[in-house]
C-alpha cells in the first residue's frame, strides 16, 4: 500500500494539477455560483488522472506490482480524497474573506459553513458515482465520469434551488443570524460524515467489482 501511495503522489498527481487549486479564488467573485469553483477539481484535476492513468497503463503496471487489488482501488481513491480536500482546505480562506467583504449579498448560496457541507456531499456523490462505476471495467471511462459529474452537479443546483423556493431553508442556510449557526454546523457535519460514508461505500462497490476483472 505504501508503495501505490507513493506512485499516486509522484506519477499520477502531477505538480500542475495542483495549480488547479488556484481556481478556488473565484470564489472572491461577488453574486457568483459557487459550487463551479468548487467543480474544477474534478472537471479537470480527477478527470484527468483517470484519463492519463488509462493511457499509461496504470492499472496493468500496478499489477505487476507484488500488491493487491483492492489496495490499487483504495490508493486512487485516497489520491483522489485527498485532491479534494485540498480543494476544499484552499477555498476556506476566500470563503472568509467573500464574507468580510460582501456581507451575505448573494441571490444564491453564499460560501459559508453550509456551503462546503454541501460541497463534501457533492464530492462523496462524484466518488461514489465515479468508482463504483468505472471500476466494473478498468478501462471504460467516458460515462463513469459523465455520470459522476452529473450526480455531483445535481447535488448544487439542487441546494441552489431548495434555497431559492424555501424561505426557512433560505434563513436558516445563508442566515447571517447567529441563532441559524446550530443548523450550518448540522449540514457541514452531515457533509463530512456522507463524504466517508460514500467513499468507504465506493471503495467496498469498486474493490468487490474490480476483483472480479480478470487481466
Known sequence: ??????????LVLYPPFYL?????????IPGWVYFIAMS???????????TMSRTNNDISFSMMMPVKKT???????FSV??????????AVPCAIINNVLYKNNNALMNPNIAFFGIVFVMY???NLILFSTYYKTGYKLLWPLVGAMAGA?????????????DPVLKEALKSDNPDMLIWKLIVLIGGILIFALFNI?????????FNRLDF
Open 1 to 10: 500500500m505504501k508503495n501505490l501511495l507513493y506512485k499516486e503522489f509522484k
Open 40 to 50: 474544477y477539481v474534478f472537471f479537470i484535476v480527477i478527470s484527468n488522472i483517470f
Open 153 to 165: 452537479l445535481g447535488v448544487a443546483e439542487a441546494a441552489e434551488f431548495f434555497i431559492l423556493t
Open 201 to 209: 461505500i465506493a471503495f467496498k462497490l469498486s474493490a468487490k467489482r
Open 71 to 77: 489496495d490499487i482501488v483504495k490508493a486512487r481513491l
Open 81 to 90: 480524497s485527498f485532491i479534494e480536500l485540498l480543494n476544499i482546505a484552499a
Open 124 to 126: 462523496g456523490v462524484f
Open 20 to 28: 488547479v487549486l488556484l481556481l478556488t479564488l473565484l470564489i472572491l
